[in-house]
């Protein structure tokens, strides 16, 4: 078995203003890095394009109407300060979930072991009928709705390791007791959601704030007391992974001063949880990270420890 790697040529479509973050170059610095020779066992797949039913899994016809009519002719147009669409932006988007639940598919099927789907823009921010914090539509939680409703799964988790907190999918995921959404991310920062006593209609969501400057040595120690513990409670049949890679101490646009070995060590314990529960079963998504360098060495990793897991 292998890691199956979704992705498509519509992430280079998504235009975004010049010095904004979320940039075409991210991708172009990921498939740079998975080019490299210890990446050739990887399976390559072309991500999908989603129908309007994926969608509508999490969101109301309502945002898909909202989302195909504000997409301009040319140029970029903003839906909010920080979120912006050009030509192609939405089949990139549609592409990006598509990937997702392929990954899903191919994963529940057996075909892999594990998959990582490397597409934009991110999906963690957006919300039921809120495209915002460069997101347009709830990739990881459309997933895992995907897994429960098709695949006939009972508990889904979604692990959220982005800096910034996964405010869409915690939305998305909110009224759902077959699932169970974890999130880490720094505290206070945008989007100033993602406190303790979030915890879901269900006791289904569990958010853990890190303060600005705390590296990986607080986060090993918060999954270890708290993430891995409920993980063993809930026992997933299937692993999500919202993988931001912006909690590096490079990034940008925060302050947690996390490094590779960090995002090593986590997806390493991460996997040993799907190993015990899920039969091995990841899928993981691409979110944030923002620092190019940083970003594409974080996703190799990453990717190497799916890579060698999947064996």
Request: glycine share 8%; aromatic share 6%.
């Amino acid at each position: 078995m292998t890691t199956a790697l979704f992705s498509h040529k519509s992430s280079w479509n998504h235009i975004t203003p010049a010095g904004h973050a979320e940039q075409v170059a991210r991708i172009e610095h990921i498939q740079a890095t998975l080019r490299d020779a210890q990446f050739d066992a990887l399976d390559r797949r072309e991500a999908p394009e989603c129908c309007d039913a994926d969608l509508l899994l999490c969101h109301p016809q309502s945002h898909l109407d909202t989302i195909t009519a504000a997409e301009p002719i040319s140029g970029t147009v903003a839906l909010d300060g920080d979120t912006y669409m050009s030509p192609g932006s939405t089949l990139a988007a549609r592409h990006a979930v598509g990937g997702c639940l392929a990954a899903v598919d191919a994963v529940m099927a057996g075909e892999v072991g594990n998959a990582f789907v490397a597409c934009r823009p991110p999906g963690h921010h957006a919300e039921q009928s809120k495209p915002m914090g460069f997101c347009l539509f709830g990739t990881a939680a459309i997933a895992a709705k995907h897994a429960l409703e098709r695949h006939g799964l009972s508990r889904v988790a979604v692990v959220d390791f982005d800096v910034h907190h996964g405010n869409g999918t915690q939305a998305l995921l909110w009224d759902e007791p077959r699932s169970m959404f974890i999130g880490s991310h720094q505290n206070p920062l945008w989007p100033g959601t993602g406190m303790q006593e979030e915890t879901g209609a269900n006791d289904n969501v569990m958010n853990l704030p890190l303060p600005p400057h705390s590296d990986g040595r607080l986060m090993r120690a918060t999954y270890e007391a708290q993430v891995f513990p409920a993980l063993e409670a809930f026992q997933p049949e299937l692993l999500i992974l919202s993988a931001g890679f912006d909690a590096h101490k490079d990034d940008p646009l925060a302050q947690l001063e996390w490094i590779e070995e960090d995002f090593t060590w986590l997806t390493q314990k991460l996997c040993d949880v799907a190993d015990q529960h899920c039969g091995g079963r990841v899928v993981s998504t691409l979110e944030g990270g923002y620092d190019l360098n940083a970003l594409a060495a974080s996703v190799a990793a990453h990717v190497g420890v799916l890579m060698e897991r999947a064996k």
